[in-house]
């Protein structure tokens, strides 16, 4: 089974509290449904939507999105995650050689 969202407008406050709180109060990773959340509605993130972006995709969901600014927005999160799950292996093996 599969869970699916879809955004619109601008991915800004006061709209990302507004997600942050229907994610938190509908979406639950221990059901084991995958989640597709459809971006193609979205004309803009600033910084604090791509923290929720981040955030929802770290608890398993999948993105969708056709636009370039929005493709754009997504690899950077992907390269950002990326980045700082390595520095977080760096960092354990330092402390637990």
């Known amino acids: 089974m599969e869970e699916q969202w879809t955004l619109q407008g601008r991915l800004v406050s006061p709209w990302v509290n507004e997600l942050k709180a229907s994610w938190k109060k509908a979406h639950s990773p221990v059901q084991g449904r995958r989640c597709i959340v459809n971006l193609d509605g979205v004309t803009f993130i600033d910084k604090s939507g791509?923290?929720?972006?981040?955030?929802?995709?770290?608890?398993?969901?999948?993105?969708?999105?056709?636009?370039?600014?929005?493709?754009?927005?997504?690899?950077?999160?992907?390269?950002?995650?990326?980045?700082?799950?390595?520095?977080?292996?760096?960092?354990?093996?330092?402390?637990?050689?």
Do not use: N
């Open 50 to 97: 791509e923290r929720v972006l981040r955030s929802m995709s770290k608890q398993g969901a999948r993105f969708v999105a056709s636009d370039v600014y929005i493709k754009h927005v997504l690899d950077r999160l992907r390269r950002t995650s990326k980045q700082d799950r390595l520095c977080a292996r760096v960092l354990e093996k330092r402390e637990h050689p």
